[in-house]
């Protein structure tokens, strides 16, 4: 059953994927501000939701964790994708870079999740 133990979950997701995110973007040369402000307002967009229907989908639902893993992170990578499309100003390949970030991210945060 769901509970308060969801906030703190949707919290360090959130913060975690800002900073790896960011981190990334910084890594492939993002600099501005105005780009940067981007990558963590398209994750606090996407990642809550993400996270929250994986959640719902373990909790209730019961369907391939992999499966529904993926198509969430496809929609999270579709809907960051347009909106670097629509508001970067100095990132040059946006679908890339989106797809990039979220695997980035995703990567890093299993990989920090089995050493916790």
């Given at each position: 059953m769901m509970g308060t133990w969801m906030i703190p979950a949707l919290a360090v997701s959130l913060g975690l994927t800002v900073v790896l995110e960011g981190t990334f973007g910084w890594m492939l040369g993002v600099r501005n501000r105005w780009d940067m402000a981007l990558v963590g307002l398209v994750n606090v967009l996407t990642n809550p939701a993400v996270v929250f229907l994986y959640y719902v989908n373990i909790i209730y639902v019961g369907w391939n964790?992999?499966?529904?893993?993926?198509?969430?992170?496809?929609?999270?990578?579709?809907?960051?994708?347009?909106?670097?499309?629509?508001?970067?100003?100095?990132?040059?390949?946006?679908?890339?870079?989106?797809?990039?970030?979220?695997?980035?991210?995703?990567?890093?945060?299993?990989i920090l999740a089995m050493l916790i």
């Open positions: 964790r992999i499966l529904v893993t993926v198509l969430l992170e496809m929609a999270a990578v579709a809907a960051e994708g347009l909106c670097y499309r629509a508001a970067g100003r100095g990132i040059r390949h946006p679908w890339l870079f989106s797809a990039g970030a979220n695997l980035f991210s995703f990567m890093m945060g299993t």
